[in-house]
Structures are given as C-alpha cells and as structure tokens.
C-alpha cells in the first residue's frame, strides 16, 4: 500500500534503487527527446537553403514543433499522474520516433512543416518527467532530483555538437543502397533509431508497478489548483528562463552565422557554449532552492538576466557628433563606440545562460512547496506556457529586428520581459510581507523622536 504525505511522498516507502532508476532513465530519455525537438536549430540552416525558405518561414520551421512541444504539456504531466510516467514518457519516444524517420525523405515543403510540428511531441516529455520524478521523491530531495532531470536540457546542445559533422561529412552520400540519404537527412534516421531504443530501455528498466498519485483524483479537482494567480505567475518566470532558452537555443546558430561571419559547425559549437551551463547548472539551482529558498534564488536570477541581456541588446555603433573639431575635417566626431567581438559576445552569452539554468530549477521548486498533490498539472501547465512563451519569442524575435533594424533587439525583448518578470515578483513578496506583519507598516510610517534635553 503506498503512502503518500503532504510533504510528498514517504522516504522510507520505497527502496532508493527504484526512484533513482526513474530519475536517471527519465532523465536519459528527456535527454535525446529534447534532442529531438529542437534539431531545427541546427537542421534549419541546410533545409533553408535547400527548400529556399524566407527568413520568415525559417523561424516559423523552428518554431512550430516549440508549439507542438507545449500544447500537451499540461495533459502528459496529468497523465503521468493518473496512469504513471512509465507508461506517458514511453509513449512519446515511439510518438516521436514516427514523424522524425519520415523527415528524412521528405521533399514536399508542405509536408516539411507539418512533420516540424509532429516532431514537436518530443517536448511534451518534460511535465510528464517532472511529475513522474515528484512522485517518487520525498519533498526534502525534489529540488535536487527535479534539478537533474531538467538538465535533460543540454540535449539541445547535441545536434549542435554532432550535426554539422554529420552533415559535412556525408552530403551527397547514400545509406542502405539508396534508402537512407546523407547530409542533414541522416541526422533524423539516427534519432528515429535512438528514440525506438531509448523506449524499450525505459519500459523494460524502470520500476514497475509505477507511482500514480493521480489514479483516483477526478481530472476536474486536478484543474483547480490552476485558478490560482500564482501558477500564473510562475508560468510568466518559466518563460523568461525557459522560454527564452529554447528561442535562443533555436536563434542562436543562425545569429553567430548572420553576425560574426562563422561556419556552422562554429555556430553550433558557440550555442553549445551557452546551452551547457543553462542545462547542467539546473541541478545546482534546484540543490541551492532546497538550502536557501526559491524565491531568494529567483532573484538572483532576474538580476543577472537584466544585467546581461542589457549589455547584449546594445546596438553596435557610435555617435556621431556633426560639429567641426581637430580630428575630422568634414565636421563630424565618433564618440562612445559599442561593439561587442564575438568571445565577449559569447561570454555574456554564457553568463544569460547560467542565470537561466540556474533559474529554471528554482521556478519549479516552487510547485511541490505550494501544490504537493497537484504537481502533474500546475507543472504541465507551467511547462506549457514557458514553451509556448519559447515558440512566440522566435517570431517575436524575428519581428524586433525586422521593425527596428537592430539585429541585438532580440536581446531587448528577453530585457523587457526579465523586467517584466522582476516587478511582479516583487510586487507580490511586498504585498505578502504587508499581509503577514502589518505591524511593520505602521512602525515605518511612525516619525522618529529625537529628545532635545541634555542629560
């Protein structure tokens, strides 16, 4: 008979091998399926030239499986719930695995963009995760172990370690006599292949029978936790640190290849650079919310968010000042010049990447503190609009630079929406310290009295 707590579920229930079985498979898994879901990233560059996309239709290719990877977010994370992770994250990978074989052999533009979006299944991985994790840890460790899993992130950073190898070094060739072609084509076969593994590895490898703290929930009580404001809220922090890591995940290779006059493999390996620490840092984020408190940690975030995107979204250039002086003989004088080289480009870039690492894990080490019971769906719903925020950044994006003309406006928008987030957070913990000591309203307002007598 399992036992379940408030403070989730009992240590001494389970044997340690069968919840850390869940959380290295699930993690493996989300892993490659995260992999999956923003290959475009790398794959898009080659595809564009081929099909002869717009700029436009580019970041659309790249944005459509974000869309498809948040959507059903909400109702795998309940899933997970109700019929355990086991069975939902299994199901995905073959998903998964269908629409990323047929994208090899396509040749129909329309058909391209339909099968971007069924790839996007992929992304869905992460909140049937997350509660499939939450129900085998006890609270105490969930920060930790919610951390882990999310470093799954860094799968992002494998297409752009390995894909313009692979598509360098067999453009033009063919596999299997004729069936399979090289080039960027051969980069979904191999993940179509991995994916159809990686499923019966995970069926066959976790512990059964699964957790499902959901089974017996109606979905209609499942819901209600989502009418409160702070989910919402919540959401918004997912995607100033989520969000806006799978956009630039997605933007960046083409941004280092437009700006700075790099190859692809280049491009890739700099991406990478920032994919790394907004991955790998999540299990530190999640280990320093368990010690110091979330909210503390997610301040920190937006600070170093608001720092480095403020210094990337200033435009290259100079003033010019029309007057006549020493220096110039036409009249004019450049002064305060700005431009960033592309190594302190990408140091920044590392740095936003850190922050947001960090900040992912904090954001969900919220859930289980305010909803312990309804972790599958106040977590699917986060995890579905911080991707979704993902998938309408990328437009966005596209869109900021189009109207000003300024390529760092892509910056400008990840600025305003850090701020954004910042102002709300803040609002709301003064207004929690108003309603918990009111008493310490009343002392500010007190005048102080000084005594003129001398004593």
Known sequence: MSVTTAD???????????????????????????????????????????????DTAFYW???????????????????????????????????????????????????????????????NSFSAGIAWNSAWFPRSQQGFALGVFGAGNVGASITKLIGPAIIAGTAGAAYFGGFVGGGWRLVPVIYAVALVVMAAVLWFVAPKPDRTPGKTIPVRVQLLPLKHMRVWRFSLYYVAVFGAYVALSSALPKYYEVQYGVELWQAGLLTALFIFPASLLRPLGGWMSDKVGARRIMYWTFALMLLTTGVLMMPSGYITIDVATSKSADGTAEVLPWHLGMWQFTFVV????????????????????????????????????????????????????????????????LFLLTLACSIWMHLTVIRMLHRNSPALTDDFEQPVLVSTSVH
């Open 61 to 123: 290719l790249t944005a459509l499986p974000v869309l498809n990877g948040a959507i059903w977010r909400l109702g795998t994370g309940i899933l997970a719930d109700r019929w355990g992770g086991r069975i939902v994250m299994t199901a995905l990978l073959v998903l998964a695995a269908i629409p990323t074989y047929l994208l090899a052999g396509t040749h129909n533009p329309t058909l391209l963009f339909v099968l971007a979006f069924l790839i996007g299944f992929a992304g």
């Open 350 to 413: 590392v740095l936003l990447g850190c922050s947001m690492g960090i900040g992912k894990a904090a954001v969900y080490k919220h859930i289980p503190e305010y909803f312990p019971h309804d972790v599958g769906a106040v977590g699917g719903l986060v995890g579905m609009l911080g991707a979704l925020g993902g998938f309408f950044l990328l437009p966005v994006f596209g869109y900021a630079v189009a109207l000003t003309g300024i390529p760092t406006a892509v910056f400008g928008v």
């Open 8 to 54: 989730g579920p009992d240590e001494n229930e389970l044997p340690a091998p069968g919840r850390y079985r869940v959380l290295v498979t699930s993690t493996i898994a989300f892993t490659l399926m995260f992999a999956v879901w923003l290959q475009f990233g790398i794959l898009g560059i080659p595809i564009q030239k081929e099909f002869g996309l717009s």
